[in-house]
């Protein structure tokens, strides 16, 4: 059994962005082919072994006839339907794939050609065009002028016919255009020798014919050298190329830039990512000969910062730090040849190199993952590109001269975090993730590529390169295993469990506060005793209290009933609420010991630990963008961990870290004396302890402030700035009052009193500042500013976020 495959001679694509119409030369039967449209079989309906093919589009007449039976590039000309306008377009004829013979691509003419025809006569004008063309074929060429040229039909002769302007067409002389030659004046039956001179020289890959006057044979070589290479000439009018610049003409940009920031906010808005390059230097270089183009990258550091909230690995990625701060992180290099064309791209050189032994670090915390998950949902595509393509995609063929990527290594380190992933979005999986996600340090190697004359396809080329890099990763199996996270993947599982358990006990506040603690990272076995004991108390305390409350609050909402369903919840709570602050207590005492097993194993490997650039912008309550401030981002890392008791005052077991980071947003905060902070938010206004410290500098981004007190806007009468009783005469106010609705359960009186600065006008500046901040968010607050509200984006549930600003601690 015999199998034949017929295929179609030719596939047509239109890639001209316009329509146009197909027909064979001696036929009526026309072809429409749309730029949206896919590659077209065009149907030959001629008996004849030579067809020709002729092309118009609307507001044109036909094309010259042309032939599609060799490969090449041509242009094929049209004048408009009232004389007065030309088009040009180019017309690729390539061997064709596996679906056809040939591939025909429709073009507008480019800005480069193979040919560049110019007329340095002093008077004469000329026309020119391949020989054999109809009478519509001529080009016009003013004295001191060029164009570019393309061969109008490939299966023609491929000859240039040139006559004098105003002469007849039969005294026209013919040329080889692609011999590097001075064609000598000739001589007519009269006698009398042509008055033009052709002489074609070869300008890089450029082909240019010059026409020139004939010269009398008394001058000498050189003089003729001179006067045919001595005018400037400017481009024609109907050039559809370049003029005849020099091509070689060199152009150097460098861009040095001593740091970079990019910093990348989210539809919230919150700063999501920080992006941030040192010692960067961009250059691109041209006219090198032969059509030589490079483009050079350097940078001496690169790191990308996780900037939201409680994440246990804020440096998402970056090198390692190496005691050669000189050398450089990374080096790419470039180099592109130009060839006038859209499908072949010519690349002599590439090349990505990177220090010898140097690691990059990549970690993630799994909450970012779904952050940028959620941004890219809400990036609206479509309003800067069209759904509709105006063109079919091009797959070039790209040729490679040298490739030489060095060896790249990382260190993959994974953290998950089942609290704040979305619900479901793993499925079955999301157990296993759980389980087995945890990583550190994982080692990767990509190995080192050197290839030399590597010629391709785009798609090809791309695919064997991630084929390449899944043989490395699948290379190296005992490596991969290494960095599994043991200790992390336990703790994951025993918080999973304690999460289920404590589902079951059907108590909202538990299983929020839970939730909240639960996000917050856990850095040495100080952090245990807090949090895994708090969560231990906090479970049987509950659990105990239940039995008593839960009954109680039932019948208050609905009676007999009620009561009946409230002893059955505090029942159950009594037995799962312990049970789930067992597994707490053992998931945090897990993940303190990987915590603590890590900072011993960067203390032995001398690494340093990873510290963002800068900590997160501040976004104030209007939602805008502001420029960075320090001095706000760090009142907003202040607000961010802030913990406050629930029973016992300043040394209670059931604080809760972080207890407004996800229902306020940060407008100002003030250092007061004897290590106070007054904080003011969209919602509230507090008064906070520093941590006693007497080893380091108080870092905002680290130690947790306690909460003295917090007011609401809704509970504030209003309030006046007064004097204290050691101010000096005629000073400015030191103290502020606020005068509260209702007494506070720790206070005889309803107001409370803030200590500013003596002798400075802290006090009026707090005042201003609060009083601004009231009117805005207050309960007579401007209904039209409330539209700024948006959900704060690390909330556990849906709360509002009103914040845009930006912050920092001196």
């Given amino acids: 059994m015999q199998v034949v495959n017929f295929l179609p001679r030719a596939l047509f694509i239109n890639r001209t962005g316009r329509s146009i119409i197909l027909s064979e030369y001696h036929s009526e039967v026309e072809e429409h082919l749309h730029p ?20 118009r589009m609307e507001g044109y007449k036909w094309s010259t006839p042309f032939s599609i039976d060799a490969n090449g590039v041509m242009c094929v000309l049209m004048n408009s339907v009232t004389g007065n306008d030309q088009v040009f377009v180019r017309v690729n004829v390539r061997s064709g794939t596996k679906s056809s013979r040939y591939e025909v691509v429709f073009q507008l003419a480019c800005w480069s050609s193979p040919y560049r025809v110019e007329n340095r006569s002093m008077f004469l004008p000329v026309r020119f065009r391949q020989v054999g063309g109809d009478d519509y074929a001529w080009r016009s060429l003013p004295p001191n002028s060029s164009a570019s040229f393309f061969w109008e039909d490939l299966g023609r002769r491929r000859l240039l016919e040139v006559l004098v302007d105003g002469t007849d067409a039969t005294s026209s002389m013919t040329y080889d255009i692609d011999a590097i030659m001075d064609h000598q004046p000739l001589a007519t039956s009269s006698g009398l020798k042509k008055a033009l001179r052709i002489t074609v020289v070869k300008e890089g890959k450029l082909h240019v014919t010059q026409i020139s006057d004939w010269l009398p044979e008394n001058r000498t070589r050189g003089q003729i050298t001179e006067r045919l290479l001595s005018p400037i000439f400017q481009p024609s009018e109907v050039d559809c190329g370049q003029s005849s610049q020099d091509l070689d003409s ?13 910093s990348i906010i989210d539809h919230m808005p919150e700063e999501v990512l920080y992006l941030s390059v040192q010692q960067l230097l961009l250059a691109y270089s041209s006219g090198m000969g032969s059509g030589i183009n490079r483009f050079k990258v350097r940078m001496h550091w690169i790191q990308v910062d996780n900037q939201l909230p409680f994440v246990s690995m804020p440096v998402l990625f970056c090198p390692q730090k190496t005691d050669n701060q000189s050398d450089h992180v990374l080096k790419f290099s470039m180099t592109m040849q130009t060839n006038n064309s859209l499908d072949f791209c010519v690349y002599p050189y590439i090349g990505v190199q990177v220090p010898e032994n140097c690691v990059f670090f990549v970690n993630i915390h799994e909450p970012i993952i779904w952050r940028l998950h959620e941004m890219v949902q809400h990036l609206k595509i479509d309003r800067i590109s069209t759904s509709q393509p105006s063109a079919v995609s091009i797959d070039p063929i790209l040729k490679i001269g040298l490739l030489n990527i060095s060896e790249v290594r990382f260190r993959v380190s994974m953290a998950m975090s089942p609290t704040q992933r979305p619900r479901g979005v793993l499925g079955f999986w999301s157990s296993l993730m759980t389980a087995l996600g945890n990583m550190e340090h994982m080692p990767v190697r990509i190995a080192q590529r050197y290839r030399e004359e590597l010629c391709m396809r785009q798609s090809a080329l791309m695919n064997s390169a991630i084929s390449n890099i899944q043989k490395d990763l699948l290379s190296q199996p005992l490596q991969l295993l290494s960095g599994v996270d043991i200790l992390g993947n336990a703790s994951s599982a025993l918080s999973n469990m304690s999460k289920g ?310």
């Fill in 36 to 55: 949206t449209d896919p590659p077209k079989v065009f149907q030959w309906r001629s008996e004849f072994g030579n067809e020709f093919l002729k092309l």
């Fill in 250 to 262: 060199e152009f150097h940009v460098t861009l040095e830039l001593t740091e970079l920031g990019i």
């Fill in 501 to 810: 358990i404590a589902a079951l006990s059907m108590d909202k506040k538990f299983i929020q506060g839970r939730m909240r603690q639960d996000s917050k990272g856990v850095e040495d076995f100080g952090d245990v005793i807090r949090d895994g004991g708090g969560a231990l108390a906090k479970g049987i305390f509950r659990g105990v209290t239940g039995i008593l409350t839960k009954p109680i609050e039932g019948a208050k909402s609905s009676g007999v009933e009620g009561f009946v369903q409230g002893v059955g919840k505090g029942l159950i709570g009594a037995a799962a609420q312990p049970v789930s602050g067992v597994l707490d207590l053992l998931s945090k005492t897990t993940e303190g010991a990987n915590a603590v097993k890590l900072k011993i194993s960067s203390a032995i490997m001398a690494e340093e630990q990873l510290l963002r650039r800068r900590l997160p912008r501040a976004i104030g309550g209007d939602s805008l963008i502001y420029p960075y401030d320090e001095y706000k981002a760090a009142g907003q890392a202040v607000l961010q961990l802030a913990e406050s008791g629930t029973f016992l005052g300043q040394v209670d077991l059931f604080k809760v870290r972080g207890k407004f980071a996800s229902t306020d947003a940060y407008e100002d905060h003030f250092i007061l004396p004897k290590g106070k902070i007054l904080l003011v938010t969209h919602r509230r206004v507090s008064l906070l302890q520093v941590p006693m410290m007497t080893q380091r500098k108080f870092n905002p981004a680290k130690d947790l402030c306690s909460v003295i007190w917090d007011v609401l806007w809704d509970d504030l009468v209003t309030l006046e700035t007064t004097h204290g009783k050691k101010d000096a005469p005629g000073s400015l106010p030191s103290k502020l009052i606020l005068y509260l609705k209702a007494k506070p359960a720790n206070s005889r009186e309803a107001v409370h009193l803030i200590k500013c600065n003596r002798g400075s006008d802290q006090a009026t500046i707090i005042y201003s500042s609060i009083d601004k901040v009231y009117r805005t968010y207050g309960p007579n607050a401007i209904k039209e500013l409330l539209r700024w509200k948006v959900p704060k984006p690390y909330a556990p549930r849906n709360t509002n976020r009103h914040t845009v600003q930006d912050l920092s601690f001196a």
